[in-house]
Structure formats: C-alpha cells, structure tokens
C-alpha cells in the first residue's frame, strides 16, 4: 500500500511538490487553506504524513485561527508528522510553527532531495508512534489498539464484535507464531480442553471476511494441520 501524504497549500510551487512526491510513487491528498475548517477528520485516518507550505499571497501568510485548526487536528490523537514549508526565513516564524506542533520546517527554496530525504525520516520515526499511554500491535498495516479495543487496517476501522476481538487480539500477540485450535480455545473461550466444535473455525471465516476480504495482503492464514497464524512478513 502506498504512503499517504495530505498537501496543504496553493499554487505552483505546490504543484511542484506534488508531482515529485507522485513519481516517487507517494499517494497524495491536496487540500487548499480555505477547507482546513471543514470536517475531515475522516479523511485523515489513513494519512501518513501531512505537508503544509505556508506562502506569502498578497501580504498574508497562515492567520491564527487557520494554525488553531490544524492544532485541533493534530490534538485529536492521530500521530500524523507535519512538515511546513515556508518563505519566511525568520527563527521566530520557525519556533512559532513548531510551538503549533509541527515536527519539521523547511525554509525556500527548497531542494527536493532534501525535502524528500526529511519526508523519509519523518516517516521512519513516526512508523510505529501511537497516542501516549496507547498499547498498539501494528501487524503489516493492521493496528490493533489493547486499551481502546479498536482496530483499524489501513485507516479503515473494522467493527468487530467482542469475541471476534479477542480472537484477533489472540493472534496478534502471537504473530507470526502457529495458534493451535485448542490453544485459541482454551484462551479465548475460555475451555481447558479441545471440546468437539468448529467454533474457531467458523470465528476465523467471520474475521476473514472483515479484515482480509478485498484485499491483496492476506494477514490470516491456515497452517495446515495445526490451526491459523496472523502472518506479517515485514
């Protein structure tokens, strides 16, 4: 899957940006400054990174309420790195960006190599960040969240029900590991012994069908003649 990066900004240079991040095989979202006060929430969940160039047009650059809404963003828990681009060349300008709460800023001009170069670190360092006081198992582009319960796979949160949970919760503490029929029995049912039921079987065909329906990378995977592995190859 490829890496999400929402664009915020206007004009040609932004152009610019987005072509080279599209031919280096990056899947870009553009947005302009007027529609930071709508409700996208949405739309960022599978974001992985956002840039935002902040340019001069007239005598104007990024009003307060627009950089209080992005903060509203960036304060509602996704752990998505900001990158500003700016044509001010000035510390106070920089500190008041990063006091917003953006990771990186890069003053024009800019030489796409290096801003690519800083795209990638951002990218390695936020990999597996989660909320503070979050317990997250990140398995391929599947998160499984221990404390919220909640899963999402690729951006896109998947309605389990509790035992159907528990089951995947079980697999993924396991990754990559051969889970037994018995083994899942015993710890997610509950049964000391291999009672005489296809109920993991019939659990793993429901789980099959919202986590990996429709998609290419199939996590769940049958060992023959053992039970089922969740299987990450990274």
């Known amino acids: 899957m490829k890496t999400a990066i929402l664009l915020i900004g206007a004009g040609e240079q932004v152009s610019l940006i ?19 006060n709508q409700s996208v929430e949405p ?23 627009q950089k209080l809404e992005l903060k509203r963003w960036l304060d509602k828990g996704q752990v998505i790195p900001l990158l500003v681009i700016t044509s001010i060349a000035s510390p ?6 990063l006091d917003y709460g953006a990771n ?16 990638r670190n951002l990218l390695r360092v936020f990999a597996n960040a989660t909320p503070e006081g979050e317990e997250v198992i990140v398995v391929d582009d599947l ?22 949970y528990e089951l995947l919760e079980f697999l993924a503490l396991h990754v990559n590991e051969a889970c037994t029929r018995s ?48 299987h990450d190859k990274n």
């Open 104 to 119: 990186d800023v890069m003053e024009e001009p800019i030489h796409m190599t290096v801003m690519l170069a800083r795209i």
């Open 18 to 36: 987005q072509d080279v991040l599209c031919s280096e095989g990056y899947e870009v979202q553009r947005m302009e400054w007027s529609e930071l």
């Open 92 to 97: 106070q300008f920089i500190v008041e960006w």
């Open 183 to 230: 083994d899942i029995l015993r710890e997610v049912w509950g049964y000391e012994y291999a009672m005489d039921t296809n109920v993991v079987d019939v659990y793993i065909k429901h789980l099959r069908v919202k986590v990996d329906k429709g998609r290419s990378v199939k996590l769940i995977h049958t060992v023959r003649g053992i039970g089922y592995m969740l």
């Open 43 to 65: 739309s960022l969940l599978h974001i992985n990174l956002i840039i935002l160039v902040d340019r001069e047009e007239g005598t104007k650059h990024c009003g307060q309420d």
């Open 143 to 164: 998160k499984v969240n221990l404390r919220s319960r909640r899963v999402n796979r690729a951006g896109e949160y998947l309605t389990l029900t509790p035992k159907e």
